[in-house]
């Protein structure tokens, strides 16, 4: 059985949670594309922890964590988790890197940080984590494979060949300190000490495992409106979000996914530059981020205060559509229950009329939010652990919600916590 847990929107949907949930009854967890430049929110009898590149399985010792080739692996930081677990006494994880994962460079951190101050004021809100210039380097195929870390003197070369073209921009467009060889390579073959243990053929680990029907997880990052294609671009991300690319970043058939969970929040929330249609601000805004999430809501990775709006039907459901959910996961019910009254962005005007549709780019843009004025149910949802035990108001939501993104929502979550959950459909 294999089940992708995905998000429906800009990311930040709570899919850390209900990852977290799901893990335990896997056998293999994967992380099958973007990098240390997001992160889930798990809680746990260990701590909380802010995960960006460790799949969730790995506060369970029965569970094979997999950081597959559709990621952007940044060596530093995973150490950097691992060490956070141990120093929170979390046992050893048992985790497989792939050795065709491409390495995210010293230089594609710079290049990020240097082009959004180029840009200035017309940057797309980076996380400056590299990502963009790691996968143009990796479609433009001079990135860095795991495995070419162990042959040193074609990894010495490659290198120089590459910094040639990378020195040109330093010091024309950024001006700024030439990129040295030597300093580069010492770091890759420290990484490749410090990597060595985990190093795998996960492709072949899972031709196996698909054949003896494991339980696999996949954990999607982001969310898709993030996705390059079918999200807000340019202010995406640079590596699909989406359920589909699942079997490419990991290598698995596509045929063999059989649930396609997604993720999505009672309200909505965003980070980064771009269109959001339901954003609301001010006041409204900020009691809404202060009392969103588990501790307010705030980039797992950057700190930084996160847009906030309303709940979209209209970008909710073309999420789902573009993920190909087979179920719903509502999250964070409970941050909605000091309102009187809940609006829902059900339909965008643009140029004067209303379409349902989300649509691509420039008509984005114009798009204004209609809404919908739904009853607040005024009363802690939280400790509630079954649908029907919920204020009417609170079905009633969920229920509209349902029926307008026309996917079963199967799940509620009432509370950052794991044990806060809401089984409203058993598969
Ligand atoms: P991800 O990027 O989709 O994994 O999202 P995060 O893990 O960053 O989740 C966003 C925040 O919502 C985190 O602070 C979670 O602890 C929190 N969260 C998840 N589910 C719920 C919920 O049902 N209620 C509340 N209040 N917070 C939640």
């Known amino acids: 059985m294999i089940k992708a847990i995905v998000g429906a929107n800009w990311g930040d949907e709570g899919k850390g949670k209900i990852t977290d949930m799901f893990a335990e009854q896997s056998d293999i967890v994967i992380r099958f594309q973007g990098g240390a430049n997001a992160g889930h929110t798990i809680i746990n009898s260990y701590g909380k922890f802010a995960l960006h590149q460790l799949p969730s399985g790995v506060f369970h010792q ?87 870390l162990y042959d040193e003197a074609a990894l010495s070369d490659k290198l120089s060949r590459i910094l040639e073209v990378k020195n040109v921009l330093v010091k024309h467009l950024y001006q700024k300190p030439l990129l040295e060889h030597d300093a580069i390579l010492a770091d890759m073959i420290r990484w490749r ?7 795998a053929d996960t492709a072949a680990y899972l031709v196996k495992a698909v054949k003896e029907d494991r339980t696999i997880l996949l954990e999607g990052q982001l969310g898709a409106l993030k996705d390059p294609d079918f999200g807000i671009y340019p202010f995406t991300t640079s590596s699909s979000t989406l359920a589909g690319y699942a079997p490419v970043g990991a290598g698995i058939p596509p045929y063999a ?26 006041d409204q805004a900020d009691e809404l981020r202060r009392r969103g999430g588990d501790a307010g809501e705030y980039g797992a990775t950057t700190g930084r205060p996160r847009r906030m709006g309303w709940f979209d039907t209209v970008a909710t459901r073309y999420g789902c559509q573009v993920q190909g959910a087979t179920g ?31 649509p691509s780019g420039h008509l984005l843009e114009k798009a204004k939010p209609v809404l919908k004025i739904m009853p607040g149910w005024k009363k802690d949802v939280r400790g509630i652990t079954s649908f029907d035990e919920l204020p009417d ?27 806060e959950i809401i089984v409203r459909i058993k598969d």
């Not at 349902?402 to 950052?416: D, F, H, R, T, Y």
Request: proline content about 6%; some cysteine.
């Open 62 to 148: 029965h569970i094979t964590n997999i950081i597959a080739n559709g990621v952007a692996l940044n060596i530093p930081s995973l150490i950097k988790e691992l060490d956070q677990l141990r120093q929170a006494d979390v046992p050893k994880p048992k985790l497989l890197v792939s050795d065709r994962t491409q390495i995210v460079m010293p230089y594609h951190i710079l290049f990020d940080q240097y082009e959004e101050e180029r840009l200035s004021d017309r940057q797309f809100g980076s996380t400056k984590s590299g990502i963009a210039p790691f996968y143009s380097d990796k479609f433009a195929k001079i990135g860095f494979q795991v495995n070419e």
């Open 257 to 282: 996914i059989k649930d396609i969970l997604t993720i999505t929040k009672a309200y909505s929330s965003a980070v980064g530059a771009g269109p959001f249609v339901s954003e609301i601000f001010g």
């Open 393 to 419: 108001e609170a079905q009633q939501y969920v229920s509209f919600i349902e029926k307008e993104i026309g996917v079963p929502i199967k799940l509620v979550s009432n509370g950052p916590r794991r044990e």
């Open 193 to 199: 000490e410090q990597i060595h243990p985990y190093v």
């Open 328 to 358: 719903v996961v509502l999250t964070a019910i409970d941050v909605l229950s000091y309102l009187d009254e809940i609006p829902v962005c059900t339909g965008y005007e643009i140029d004067g009329q209303i379409t349902h549709q989300f």
